[in-house]
């Protein structure tokens, strides 16, 4: 991956954690993240900086979603997907 595309995924994940805390009314608490003092617009900073921050944020997302909604389940239909869109 080029540090170009980890660049817009971090931002990407910043733009989820504020989106989940609209949503949810939560605050998504981000401490080992704001501990690396990067963000996606340090654009100086090197490729594997952005990687550990993208990837720290992304768990700690998870983290606060797995503990405040527990486990998410889906319910699948028995019908494919691509079946129903043949039909409309």
Not at 30 to 38: A, G, P, R, V
Not at 45 to 61: F, G, M, Q, V
Request: net charge negative.
């Amino acid at each position: 991956m080029q540090k170009e595309e980890l660049l817009h995924l971090h931002m990407l994940m910043v733009t989820v954690k504020k989106y989940y805390e609209s949503v949810s009314g939560d605050a998504v608490l981000t401490n080992k993240y704001d501990s690396l003092l990067i963000s996606p617009v340090h654009i100086h900073k090197n490729k594997n900086s952005h990687k550990e921050a993208l990837l720290t944020l992304a768990e700690e997302i998870v983290d606060q979603i797995h503990e405040h909604a527990g486990p998410i389940t889906a319910d699948y239909q028995s019908k494919s997907v691509s079946a129903i869109a043949m039909k409309h």
